[in-house]
């Protein structure tokens, strides 16, 4: 159940010699033994055979002299580890012994009869060997153990890691303790949190302590608490304090589990009376002293704790040079919780975004504080409050409320108007920031409906395509009777002049449908990386369709047509089942040659320009009564001859929409592709 546990205590080891070296001197309540050796036997022996024998001779002087009257009611008690009588003043010097002592009255006195003096004497010696024995059997011990001493330490320092750790666990159990969430960066967010140490000694005494919620974030890094005297600003303040360093340590801390807490790797504080004799300083300069620290060592990952900001000094100066050192810890970026009276400062506070002010509240009614903390406002010192209920004298009080004015009075009330009406313009921002999202989200979601209508109103005008190209097989299977007598008539100007009819009927649907397609393929919005063996795509450069066949290192095999070609991925895009490029591919309009059925390859690498010129045009023209859409010339790099060529021929056809060179890994620009209109 506690793996780290488990770590820490497989690394104790202790050999089985050290244990048997222990085992023979000490018991199990690390008392030594009475049997640790031969002579602390005999010693222990002879002890207690003198005790019997000083305790029977005692027993039979208290049975003789109390049967004489002569002792007091309690009869004997101990002095001085001795065994004595005790007795009246008076009969002291009946008994013959030796007085060790008299009580605070005078009127008792503490005997220890002649008769067992020299018995007692004979057992403080045998005492005195006892412990000469012992302190033997211990040196002994010691050196025996004297080699394991590194062994020896390592598991008393890992025993030591065990008792904190265990001591922890016992202080989280007393305050009900929880483990809050851990965050590396400064941050706290306390929910229902206590005061540990008020906490426990409430807890004694059966008595409610009452917890705070508090945050600070990167937001509002500095909280400002004000409010009457003793009423929990400080307790609050050093609460924080605590619990931040408690986390930091490894504790578990007095609050609910859901609360959030950072990690500062600076922490300072100011808190009480800081007054020196030693370094001749005042209250109120020690206090600047250590404000000045502040200052020279703060940054953004640490916390400040100032309790009573500013007090000691004359209130307007001390108020301006606090409000000069918030302003320069705000500057700093620097985490602070913060207690005051000064008004200067609330006001400061109320000013400066990311400085929040928080009250200690006051019960108005019973004028008694509540301990509770409310973030978000300041609060009033009530001292006129508290004084009434006091009992200061009337009088006093009248004089004084009229020597501070009204206008203190007025400043406070309106500071905490403002700090509310503050408060209600956050949460209606809150408020209309829900709602703008809301409406961001109903948006959204009409935008993609009508997305989708979009897409469905394309869908329905494709498919009106299709219908229109599967008319227009009807027809070209009519045109294929034509065809065939024109083939066998051998009419080739006839054909071609036909064929060019059909070709701009079937040009137009397919220009229609394509600029469809590439819309629906917009609306799918499907990236090239998306891509996967049998979706169909789109070259980038030009409208030839495909599938894609196999996938391999970033590019792609692509059937189209009557062909595969293998082209990168980042030159594709994703398209729709697209409208067959050749809707007339049941139609034998590839009018045959003399040459046989059409390939849509040519190799005239070798050729002189002529040879080429004259095999090109053939080529052309074959592909064109073909139907072809898709054409691949061979012609290789040397200088380029042949290549222009190509370009030369294929600009004295219409029919020509656009030449490409594959990848330099595929042929580069020996190769030059064709795409027939």
């Keep these: 159940f506690y793996p780290a546990l488990g770590q820490l205590s497989n690394e104790i080891e202790i050999p089985v010699e050290i244990i048997d070296m222990i085992n023979e001197v000490l018991d199990q309540d690390g008392e030594i033994k009475p049997t640790a050796s031969p002579m602390l036997i005999k010693i222990t022996r002879s002890i207690r055979s003198k005790q019997l024998e000083i305790n029977r001779v005692f027993d039979s002087i208290v049975s003789e002299y109390k049967n004489r009257g002569m002792l007091s009611d309690t009869v004997e008690t101990y002095r001085n580890g001795r065994r004595v009588l005790t007795l009246p003043v008076e009969n002291k010097r009946k008994i013959r012994g030796i007085i ?53 330490r390592k598991n008393l320092n890992l025993l030591l890691e065990f008792d904190i750790i265990s001591a922890k666990a016992r202080l989280a159990i007393v305050m009900h303790a929880a483990k809050p969430f851990l965050y590396p960066r ?19 005494k059966e008595l409610k302590t009452v917890p705070f919620d508090l945050q600070l974030s990167k937001g509002n890094r500095i909280l400002v608490i004000s409010g009457p005297n003793a009423g929990g600003k400080s307790i609050t303040l050093k609460a924080v304090g605590l619990l931040q360093l408690m986390t930091q340590s490894g504790f578990l801390i007095p609050a609910d589990e859901n609360t ?8 300072f504080a100011d808190i009480g009376d800081q007054q020196s004799l030693e370094d001749d300083l005042s209250t109120y300069s020690s206090r600047l002293n250590n404000m000045k620290v502040f200052l020279e060592n703060a940054d953004d990952k640490s916390l400040v704790l100032i309790d009573e900001f500013g007090s000691g000094t004359d209130p307007k100066i001390g108020g301006a040079i606090a409000e000069a050192i918030l302003k320069e810890l705000h500057r700093l970026k620097t985490w602070a919780v913060i207690t005051t009276h000064y008004t200067n400062i609330k006001i400061f506070a109320f000013k400066t975004r990311g400085i929040v002010n928080a009250a200690m ?20 010192s009530f001292a006129f409050e508290i004084a009434q209920n006091i009992g200061l004298n009337k009088k006093v009080l009248n004089y004084a409320k009229f020597k501070a004015g009204k206008n203190i009075k007025k400043i406070e009330e309106l500071l905490v108007e403002l700090q509310a009406d503050k408060a209600e313009l956050q949460d209606k921002l809150i408020e209309l920031r829900e709602k703008e999202r809301k409406l961001d989200k109903l948006t959204l979601k009409y935008e993609n409906v009508y997305k989708d ?61 394509a600029k469809l397609n590439e819309e629906v393929v917009e609306s799918t919005k499907k990236e090239w990386k998306d891509l996967k063996e049998g979706d169909f795509v789109k070259l980038k450069t030009g409208d030839i369709f495909g599938k894609i066949l196999k996938i391999s290192k970033k590019k792609a095999e692509v059937e189209t047509g009557n062909m595969k070609i293998t082209v990168p991925l980042s030159d594709l895009k994703p398209s729709k089942k697209p409208i067959s490029l050749n809707p007339f591919a049941g139609i034998k309009t590839n009018i045959s040659t003399a040459k046989g059925k059409f390939d849509t390859t040519i190799d005239i690498r070798g050729y002189t320009k002529s040879e080429a010129m004259n095999s090109l045009q053939e080529f052309f023209d074959n592909a064109l009564l073909a139907n072809a859409t898709l054409l691949k010339v061979l012609h290789g790099k040397g200088n380029g001859v042949l290549r222009n060529t190509v370009k030369q021929i294929a600009s004295e056809y219409d029919v020509v929409e656009e030449l490409w060179h594959p990848p330099l890994d595929q042929g580069g620009d020996g190769i030059t592709f064709v795409k027939m209109k």
């Design 186 to 204: 400064p941050l706290f967010h306390f929910k229902k949190a206590y005061h540990p140490l008020l906490l426990i000694k409430n807890n004694e």
């Design 453 to 513: 209508l979009d897409f469905k109103k394309k869908k329905f005008r494709i498919e009106k395509k299709e219908f229109s190209l599967i008319e227009l097989n009807k027809q070209g299977k009519e045109i294929q009777k034509l065809i065939k007598e024109i083939r066998e008539n051998q009419k080739l100007e006839e054909a071609k002049k036909l064929l060019q009819q059909v070709e701009e009927k079937k040009k137009k649907v397919l220009d229609e449908a």
């Design 361 to 380: 509240h006051f019960d108005k009614e019973k004028l008694i504080p509540t301990y509770k903390l409310d973030v978000g406002k300041p609060g009033s």
């Design 100 to 152: 060790h002592d008299e009580s605070a009255t005078g009127r008792t006195v503490y005997i220890e009869p002649e008769r067992i003096i020299e018995l007692n004497n004979d057992l403080f010696d045998f005492e005195l060997e006892y412990k000469k024995e012992i302190y033997k059997i211990l040196r002994r011990l010691s050196d025996e153990l004297r080699p394991y001493i590194e062994n020896l």
């Design 260 to 267: 959030k807490m950072g990690i500062f790797e600076k922490i």
